[in-house]
């Protein structure tokens, strides 16, 4: 995982043989971002840090899964959710795709894209978190 400072159990590397049980099922417990990402890009490297900013700030309430498309399998997920370039964000909530971007962004930016894209309920949840 690129800029991982210190492990922590809410961000994770997926594969593509543990993606239903680790991203889709998890997700009916809180919510999960996919990233799916290249060792080789760039870009890849300059937003993992903002989105383990994220989750850290989330304290639990947020998930999130590294998929490194060029490691074994992983590349059929992309083509499975038809990404089209790295890196590639993905929400998932209650089993089911709530949003994707692509390319870099900011700390704030994907705060504010997540709370944009979560159900109210558990969105307050995560945001009451991040706030404190």
């Known amino acids: ?5 210190r492990p922590s159990p809410n961000v994770f590397p997926v594969d593509l043989d543990r993606f ?5 099922v998890a997700s009916h ?9 290249a060792e080789w890009c ?12 994220v989750i850290g700030e989330a304290e ?6 590294k ?21 590639t964000v993905i929400l998932f909530q209650n089993g089911e795709e709530r949003g ?3 390319g870099a962004r900011s700390t704030h930016q994907i705060r504010d894209w997540i ?13 009451a978190r991040g706030a404190s």
């Open 100 to 102: 994707r971007f692509s």
């Open 20 to 24: 239903q049980e680790d991203v889709i």
């Open 67 to 87: 998929i490194e498309v060029d490691e074994g399998d992983n590349m059929k997920l992309a083509g499975h959710y038809r990404l089209r370039g790295f890196p």
């Open 42 to 53: 760039p870009p890849c490297h300059a937003l993992s840090p903002h989105l383990e900013r």
């Open 60 to 65: 639990g309430g947020l998930g999130l899964a």
């Open 29 to 37: 417990t809180r919510p999960i971002l996919a990233d799916f990402w």
């Open 1 to 5: 995982m690129p800029h991982s400072r």
């Open 115 to 127: 709370s944009e894209h979560l159900d109210q309920e558990q969105g307050h949840q995560a945001d």
